[in-house]
């Protein structure tokens, strides 16, 4: 029989068995190991992990930003149906700005020093649009007083050094967002700021999302700031996803050691006992030398709850322990769930 059901339908984003790969002079690093995960309009899938997980590639590849003269770029990822590995730097360039866009921790590595924040902004929308110059100013103008810049038809004028750490991030947010892109990817976009300043950034790009229905990548080693902005978070560890699913499966029902290592670590979610405060010890895998079977294996405490040496001798596949839940360990579900139950009860919260 013919089967008539319609073909899987492709969310916004689809990054789909995507690796990095720089060869060096002291060897191959693999950035970035088979990451697949799917995001659409409107939502939010933040990216966790340690400094050197391979977060801020991800990114590059997703914005078709790595260079393909220095990198091996293989895997897809789909933008709306097109697929940005193997696109040409013509289309690429198109791409970005228009239908994608990214914000970095320092707004300096967007904005030029020497030009005035209105040319800067002007361009940026003369770039990808034939309007007049008032219609591109008019447009400056009014993303500059979204993103909550007072007086903005003074502030243009004024150069990226005129503003404060935090009002030059609000000025690289109107940047990114002034051609409406359907992709914003966020890398670590508050980690230089005070708190007061994070919290009131993070609102921005939550409202500028729901207002241009955004698919947003929230890159970030801090997961206390995720719980309140993400809808899913994908967990990364020595280059690959460990651990992926919707915001109540990684806080309330982890499954992955790494996961519950990081969780551990984070002191919003640790009121309880926030003497217990338990950063994993020992160090990031070496890219150059990924350990062989999980990579988490050196640091892992469960790893003796499997049986024979496969933690040391066979990667772990990520695999779905619940619908949109995935796991990448060896242990059992029944063993998985025990030792999550161990490592949350001795932080003070239940699990699910
Ligand atoms: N251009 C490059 N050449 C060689 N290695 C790189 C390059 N860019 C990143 N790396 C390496 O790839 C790994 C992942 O880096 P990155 O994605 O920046 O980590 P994260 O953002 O999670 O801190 C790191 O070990 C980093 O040193
Ligand atoms: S596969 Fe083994 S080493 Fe890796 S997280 Fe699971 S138990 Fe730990
Ligand atoms: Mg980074």
Not at 182 to 196: G, K, Q, R
Request: proline share 6%; glycine share 8%; hydrophobic share 40%.
């Amino acid at each position: 029989m013919t089967d008539l059901s319609p073909a899987p339908r492709r969310a916004y984003i689809e990054v789909e068995d995507l690796s990095v790969q720089f060869p060096t002079e002291d060897g191959l690093v693999r950035a970035v190991d088979g990451v697949t995960f799917s995001i659409d309009k409107g939502q939010t899938i933040a990216i966790v992990g340690e400094s050197g997980s391979g977060k801020s590639v991800t990114a590059q590849a997703i914005m078709g930003l790595v260079n393909a003269r220095t990198a091996d770029v293989t895997g897809h990822v789909w933008v709306d149906g097109q697929d940005i590995v193997g696109m040409t730097d013509d289309e690429l360039r198109k791409m970005r700005g228009s239908t994608m866009a990214m914000i970095f921790q320092d707004p300096m590595s967007s904005l030029h020093p020497f030009y005035r924040i209105g040319a800067q902004l002007t361009e940026a929308v003369n770039v990808h649009n034939k309007v007049s110059k008032k219609e591109a100013r008019d447009r400056a103008i009014e993303m500059l007083q979204k993103v909550g810049i007072p007086s903005p038809e003074k502030r243009i004028e004024d150069y990226p050094h005129q503003f404060s750490g935090g009002m030059r991030q609000r000025v690289m947010i109107a940047m990114a967002l002034i051609n409406s892109p359907s992709l914003l990817i966020a890398d670590e976009p508050t980690t230089a700021l005070d708190v007061t300043v994070q919290a009131q950034i993070m609102e921005l790009i939550l409202e500028l999302q729901q207002e241009y229905n955004t698919a947003v990548v929230l890159i970030t080693h801090d997961l206390g700031i995720v719980a309140d902005a993400a809808d899913q978070v994908a967990v990364m560890y020595g280059a690959r996803v460990v651990e992926s699913g919707v915001i109540d499966d990684i806080f309330y029902k982890p499954e992955m050691p790494y996961t519950l290592g990081l969780l551990a670590s984070v002191p919003r979610l640790n009121q309880v006992r926030a003497d217990r405060l338990d950063p994993i010890p020992g160090n990031p895998p070496s890219p150059i030398r990924l350990p062989s079977g999980c990579v988490f294996n050196p640091r892992c405490v469960y790893k003796d709850r499997v049986e024979g040496d496969l933690c040391a001798t066979e990667r772990p596949a990520l695999l779905p322990t619940d619908l949109g839940h995935m796991v990448r360990c060896h242990m059992s579900k029944e063993d998985r769930e025990a030792v999550a139950t161990i490592a949350l009860g001795t932080l003070g919260r239940e699990t699910a």
